[in-house]
């Protein structure tokens, strides 16, 4: 019962366990309190999902090894972006972590999305 409201961008997807996060998150948050987040997110709709695949397992790839020479940084990137729960599943994981309302909207064609959620 501290805060207002919590912001995080591109990085709850590397939280170690994201149950126990957001439920210190909500834990913390005063009652009525807001959880803002905008995290990096797979495209669910054709063409943007196979054009998004197409981009980040091969053109990304090729262009992180040629400007950083860490392949593996954005090999990392790739599985962590798939690998995170997205859209309804989200919605699930806030209302398990004792948030009241949560909500999501998909942005840029669904390649981020902004999850809003109240204690």
């Known amino acids: 019962d501290t805060f207002d409201a919590v912001t995080a961008a591109v990085g709850i997807r590397n939280f170690q366990n994201l149950d126990k996060g957001l439920t210190e998150i909500c834990r913390?948050?005063?009652k009525g309190g807001h959880l803002s987040i905008v995290e990096l997110t797979t495209p669910v709709s054709f063409p943007m999902k196979q054009l998004f695949r197409i981009y980040s397992n091969t053109i990304l790839l090729n262009y992180a090894k040629?400007?950083?020479?860490d392949k593996s940084a954005y090999e990392y990137l790739n599985k962590t972006v798939e690998a995170f729960p997205q859209g309804e599943r989200m919605m699930e994981i806030f209302h398990k972590a004792g948030f009241a309302k949560s909500s999501f909207k998909r942005l840029t064609f669904g390649i981020c999305t902004m999850y809003l959620a109240e204690k």
Not at 66 to 69: A, D, E, R
Request: hydrophobic share 55%; proline share 0%; glycine share 0%.
């Open 66 to 69: 040629f400007i950083s020479k």
């Open 28 to 30: 913390v948050l005063k």
